[in-house]
């Protein structure tokens, strides 16, 4: 059996969302102090509903991986669903990580929650209104 799953290496060869919002409405930064991987989300949001969002990766291909499919899975969706996104969610959505790559899926569940809270925090939105 390949070690990446057919969707891992077409996120990974072919990324959605790569790029930078320059008037984000929020940005979130998280980096792995082992590796050294560094995820940086961008959100636009109108009205609750996330309408726009980029990433740019500094990472390995499972973590550029993840950051792609998470922008799939969080655009066009209200805040308090790309809340609740969580890493296992963006591994499924990817037909699976082996287990010692799971930790650059969790990059992306925290890079899209920190910058859901720079938006709260941006907008002095209680936490709670965004869906924790
Ligand atoms: Fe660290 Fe993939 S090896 S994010």
């Given at each position: 059996m390949a070690l990446y799953s057919e969707k891992v290496m077409d996120h990974f060869r072919n990324?959605?969302?790569?790029?930078?919002?320059?008037?984000?409405?929020g940005i979130g930064e998280v980096g792995n102090a082992k590796c050294g991987d560094i995820m940086r989300m961008y959100l636009k949001i109108e009205n609750d509903i996330i309408t726009d969002v980029k990433f740019e990766t500094f990472g390995c291909g499972s973590a550029i991986a993840s950051s792609s499919m998470a922008t799939e899975l969080i655009k066009g969706k209200p805040v308090s669903e790309a809340m609740k996104l969580t890493n296992k969610a963006v591994a499924e959505a990817l037909d699976g990580l082996p287990a010692y790559k799971m930790h650059c899926s969790v990059l992306a569940e925290e890079a899209i929650r920190n910058a859901l809270l720079d938006y709260a925090e941006k907008n002095n939105l209680p936490i709670d209104t965004v869906g924790m």
């Open positions: 990324p959605r969302n790569v790029g930078v919002i320059e008037d984000a409405d």
